[in-house]
């Protein structure tokens, strides 16, 4: 019932952007907080952006501030994460997810921890020239 499915990845070169977008059904994103995560291969997974249900309010880890920004469509149901001067270390499934009150707490405090309640299936991303 409760569904997130992510889109937009893609390859592109280094200093280029891309758009991600999370689709969520089941459930209104008024009620759930919606973090963007990453897992590179032999990585672990790691948090990149969340926001908040209420107000709005964004944080994002320091390896990503200044060149991603994440959003929401209410009225849409959808989240965006738009990631602009893309570096190879950028390379990752990116997955979005939705959070109860406690795990959103872990991200404003901690936004790279890798930690959510309910994922999307992931959307691949490659950085290279």
């Known amino acids: 019932q409760l569904q997130l499915v992510e889109s937009g990845g893609g390859l592109v070169q280094p200093g280029g952007s891309l758009r991600l977008s999370c689709a969520a059904s089941?459930?209104?994103?008024?009620?759930?907080?919606i973090g963007w995560f990453r897992q590179a291969p032999g990585k672990e997974r790691e948090g990149v952006s969340c926001?908040?249900?209420?107000?709005?309010?964004?944080y994002y880890a320091d390896s990503v501030k200044g060149r991603f920004t994440i959003s929401r469509e209410n009225a849409k149901n959808t989240v965006y994460l738009q990631m602009n001067s893309l570096k190879r270390e950028d390379t990752a499934v990116y997955y979005c997810?939705?959070?109860?009150?406690?795990?959103?707490?872990?991200?404003?405090?901690?936004?790279?921890?890798?930690?959510?309640?309910?994922w999307g299936q992931g959307t691949q991303v490659t950085v290279s020239s």
């Open positions: 997810a939705a959070m109860t009150p406690l795990l959103f707490r872990l991200c404003v405090l901690r936004p790279e921890i890798g930690r959510a309640d309910y």
């Open positions: 089941g459930f209104t994103l008024d009620y759930y907080a």
């Open positions: 926001i908040s249900s209420r107000d709005g309010s964004t």
